[in-house]
């Protein structure tokens, strides 16, 4: 009996003992590999490319992942998808990184800036990471790195994905997540499993957040086109004005979320963004178009949003003798991190970069298209910090604009985190 006992104890110890080697092997490496974080990044932020067209980026992660001698495909016309086959049995996880840029002009003096022009709508732009998306496909890199260096003792198989258009594609275009998944990035072999990292300038370097359940909102894209009818400006009451009709929309409009939806339940968000009519000041233009975005975290919800949008722009274009067409288009559905997956994630988060560095988050009304993949496996997309240490959350700058800046002296901790991820999923 005793011998039975030791038996036991030992093979416990050895258990344990392997799952702590594997740890400090991935640290030990994914501190070696931070040079090559910062420089692959850095190559990466000073060669930004517009979402569709990532044809550079593309060559540049194909050509690292031959050298460590991991299978790769091309798809979604830009993307990258490699599979890394472990020497254990076990199940198959995806590992996310986004890898498009923004039309931004970047407004500082890193010697990396980006001085890159590309082509939107037909006009020749600026082109910056201005979300981080460099720092990503860099971490998924030094991932794939580090676990081709351990692949024996991998229990399971590896998907990376190297995604292209997460800022949506051009206009007419087909493109991001939903493209990916469609083109079967998901199956052969089919995903168990799939994590992706997102990287924040107001989160200070270092720090892991999460959120279990809805993480980031869905994100509807709305028109609505007035129509009425042109008369000179000296004489209103000749005309039916879509202007002061449109006025009277979007005053209506934001009653939707400050007096008609349960904010308890779930937030939600409401805006008109873009206005377009008239020629002169003399003048009643004959229409009025609008557009804006809904944000919600509820498909009840979301879905009585639509009908409340469209009965209030019919009845105040109505009441005002106009005509209106509203159109509303579905853009990014929630990005819901699943519960029980997540919950179970927390202790390998604090085992790769310190309990004191990992804690639990809000909402966010921002959206991402990282949600497909989470319709076909359970998912969990993270937010880990790049904010320098010491610096002003409230001066952060903000993702999407020409100061936004990131830190890379910490990317190594993505790739302890996708990388403890890998060896510990099989046992949660």
Not at 192 to 216: N, Q, R, T
Not at 290 to 315: C, P, S, V
Not at 341 to 360: C, Y
Request: with cysteine; aromatic share 8%; hydrophobic share 40%.
């Amino acid at each position: 009996m005793r011998k039975i006992i030791f038996s036991v104890a030992l093979s416990f110890f050895a258990t344990a003992l392997s799952a702590q080697n594997y740890t400090q092997t991935i640290t030990t490496k994914a501190e070696a590999v931070q040079p090559k974080l910062v420089e692959w990044r850095r190559h990466i932020h000073q060669n930004p490319e517009l979402s569709n067209r990532e044809f550079k980026t593309q060559q540049y992660i194909l050509a690292h992942l031959k050298k460590l001698g991991i299978e790769a495909d091309t798809l979604a016309k830009t993307g990258v998808v490699a599979i890394l086959k472990g020497g254990k049995p076990g199940p198959v996880i995806a590992l996310r990184a986004d890898m498009d840029a923004l039309p931004v002009l970047e407004r500082n003096n890193l010697p990396y800036k980006s001085t890159t022009k590309g082509e939107y709508l037909g006009k020749e732009v600026p082109v910056m990471h201005a979300c981080g998306h460099d720092t990503h496909v860099a971490i998924l890199m030094g991932t794939a790195e580090v676990l081709a260096s351990m692949k024996k003792d991998i229990p399971g198989t590896v998907k990376f994905i190297f995604q292209p258009a997460e800022e949506g594609a051009p206009p007419g275009e087909e493109g991001g997540a939903e493209l990916m998944v469609k083109e079967g990035v998901m199956d052969h072999p089919k995903v168990d499993a799939v994590f992706g990292l997102h990287i924040e300038s107001w989160i200070e370097e270092g720090k892991v957040f999460y959120k279990p359940g809805p993480f980031m909102a869905a994100s509807d894209w709305f028109t609505i086109k007035v129509k009425g009818k042109q008369s000179h400006g000296a004489q209103p009451w000749s005309s039916v004005d879509p202007i002061a009709t449109g006025a009277q929309i979007i005053n209506s409009l934001q009653q939707i979320v400050s007096r008609q939806q349960d904010l308890t339940k779930a937030p939600v968000v409401l805006t008109v963004g873009k206005i377009n009519s008239g020629v002169r000041n003399n003048i009643i233009p004959e229409e009025l178009e609008m557009a804006g975005t809904i944000r919600t975290f509820d498909t009840a919800m979301q879905e009585d949003i639509h009908r409340r949008l469209k009965h209030i722009a019919e009845n105040v274009a109505a009441a005002n003798n106009a005509t209106v067409e509203v159109s509303i288009n579905k853009n990014t559905p929630v990005t819901y991190n699943h519960i029980d997956l997540t919950r179970k994630i927390v202790p390998v988060l604090e085992k790769a970069v310190g309990k004191e560095n990992v804690q639990e988050t809000k909402w966010v009304t921002g959206a991402e298209d990282f949600s497909y993949y989470g319709t076909k496996a359970p998912a969990v997309f993270l937010y880990y910090g790049g904010m320098p240490k010491g610096n002003d959350t409230a001066k952060a700058p903000p993702h999407h604009t020409p100061d936004f800046i990131v830190s890379d002296a910490l990317l190594q901790n993505g790739v302890k985190i996708f990388c403890n991820i890998v060896f510990e999923y099989v046992k949660l």
